[in-house]
């Protein structure tokens, strides 16, 4: 798999092709793009105070929810 950095219509454009709506694919490009410049990044505790606790990092969420799908689809294979 080559990651290529797309422009955004470009990559609404593979977003639609791949099934979304122009609506969806417009909004998951922009977040994206949002995400790209920064602009999602911040060092405020807001998140912390809500839940009580510290957020829990994307490094540990990812291979936690692999591991539910992995099984997941072996219990609906059996």
Known sequence: MTYRDLPVEQYVDVLQQ???DQ???RF???IDASIARGELETNRQDLAQLLGRAPTALTEIVPAAYDVLKVS???QSS
């Open 73 to 75: 689809d072996s219990v």
């Open 28 to 30: 998951v490009a922009a």
């Open 18 to 20: 791949d099934g979304l």
């Open 23 to 25: 609506a969806t694919a």
